[in-house]
């Protein structure tokens, strides 16, 4: 069990303040959702589960879970 960042893909517009906020290297990257959308997606592995991105969001996007 570890803690890790998970999105609300319905709420994110790909503004990338979180990737900024992120200190684990490519933990957070931008994606095109269908081909359209940008949003983000989170590796697992590379995620520390801080916390730094969920308190930067300005789309309440994030949330630090259990895994
Ligand atoms: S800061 Fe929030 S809205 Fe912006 S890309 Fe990250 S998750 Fe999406
Ligand atoms: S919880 Fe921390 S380590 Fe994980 S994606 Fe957010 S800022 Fe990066």
């Given at each position: 069990?570890?803690?890790?960042a998970c999105l609300k893909e319905?709420?994110?517009?790909?503004?990338?303040?979180?990737?900024?906020?992120?200190?684990?290297?490519?933990?957070?990257?931008?994606?095109?959702?269908?081909?359209?959308?940008?949003?983000?997606?989170i590796c697992g592995l590379r995620?520390?589960?801080?916390?730094?991105?969920?308190?930067?969001?300005?789309?309440?996007?994030?949330?630090?879970?259990?895994?």
């Open positions: 069990m570890y803690y890790a319905d709420q994110c517009d790909g503004c990338g303040v979180c990737i900024v906020s992120c200190p684990e290297a490519n933990a957070i990257k931008l994606i095109k959702l269908n081909g359209k959308a940008k949003v983000i997606e995620c520390k589960g801080c916390g730094l991105c969920v308190e930067v969001c300005p789309k309440d996007a994030l949330e630090v879970v259990l895994r």
